[in-house]
């Protein structure tokens, strides 16, 4: 507080709305300046903005020129109103038809309450003609989970992504063990085949895991904020994995029948993939990626229409997982 400057004496109701204005009002605001501006101590603050965050306020934290500002993620004089053309409109519900897979998550009930909030201002019969807009494509989304009995824990990490929050989180292992908690800083949400994933850095192992959504037994938001580091990008840390596993990179070569080469050269499964068309009408994919489970069971997929050429340990994987599987099927000759 400056010097010579009166104290101002505010009731905390007075005080909070006091530093909504002020963080609405600038760009950033310090603890120290909204200290200095409502005489109270750092501590106070730290609770006040607490209770600004429990009232609904999107507080957010942020680096400006070397200092931890405070802010809000939009001001809550209003939003400006959003104008969207008919086309637009048509690609919001074309993309709605294609998120069933966030089926029993709180996602779910968010998008829902875009759409109606979108719906109420349209006029009836561009509203119905969106919604049947919406039913011209059908998601096959085989093999997703089931998120309605997670929907508690997915709304906690909601909350701890949206405002940066760490958080306790205890994970259900594999093989009937016990389960096993972890502090983590929550990243980014994943989507692979189906299913949700955590990102997160761990301090238990100072490392970054990803957590299957389904295995997390209990989230518990706790009221620390941290920093996600400015160089992190999610696709950048997974660019060397086949899907979401993590493991050193391995040069990978794979022949494929001529019968599917159409459809396997029609997609891309790596940012490296190379693709050689062979005299036969065969091709051979090759790429650099770890992962090895998620290779294997890519190449089984395919059958007798695919063939691991490298690396000579995955070939070895594959023709033991093809001898297992034969004396399964055999008849015991």
């Not at 006029?123 to 989970?145: M, T, V």
């Amino acid at each position: 507080m400056q010097k010579g400057k009166p104290a101002k004496k505010y009731s905390q109701a007075a005080r909070l709305h006091n530093l909504v204005r002020l963080i609405e009002a600038r760009h950033g605001v310090t603890i120290e300046e909204m200290a200095e501006e409502t005489g109270v101590d750092r501590r106070t603050i730290h609770r006040d903005l607490n209770a600004i965050h429990d009232a609904g306020y999107p507080l957010v934290s942020d680096w400006l020129d070397s200092r931890k500002v405070y802010r809000f993620i939009t001001t809550f004089k209003g939003v400006p109103p959003i104008a969207f053309s008919l086309p637009e409109l048509m690609t919001l519900y074309f993309l709605r038809s294609q998120m069933d897979l966030l089926q029993g998550t709180p996602f779910q009930d968010d998008l829902q309450s875009i759409f109606d909030k979108v719906n109420s201002v349209l006029p009836p019969r561009y509203a119905a003609h969106l919604e049947r807009i919406s039913r011209i494509s059908l998601p096959l989304l085989q093999g997703r989970h089931d998120y309605h009995e997670a929907t508690a824990v997915l709304k906690s990490l909601r909350e701890a992504l949206i405002y940066q929050y760490r958080v306790t989180l205890c994970y259900k292992k594999g093989g009937g063990a016990a389960e096993e908690c972890y502090r983590v800083d929550p990243y980014t949400v994943l989507f692979y085949k189906g299913g949700l994933y955590l990102l997160g850095y761990t301090h238990n192992r100072q490392a970054l895991r990803t957590f299957a959504v389904e295995r997390i037994a209990s989230v518990t938001v706790e009221k620390e904020r941290f920093e996600m580091p400015d160089d992190f990008r999610p696709e950048e840390h997974l660019q060397q994995a086949f899907g979401i596993v993590k493991e050193e990179a391995m040069r990978v070569r794979v022949r494929f029948d001529a019968t599917v080469a159409h459809a396997v050269t029609g997609r891309r499964w790596h940012p490296t993939q190379r693709v050689t068309v062979n005299g036969d009408g065969s091709v051979e994919l090759a790429f650099e990626a770890g992962g090895r489970m998620e290779i294997l069971a890519w190449v089984l997929s395919y059958g007798p229409l695919a063939e691991v050429l490298e690396p000579a340990g995955l070939r070895d994987e594959a023709r033991q997982a093809v001898r297992a599987m034969a004396d399964r099927y055999g008849d015991g000759d």
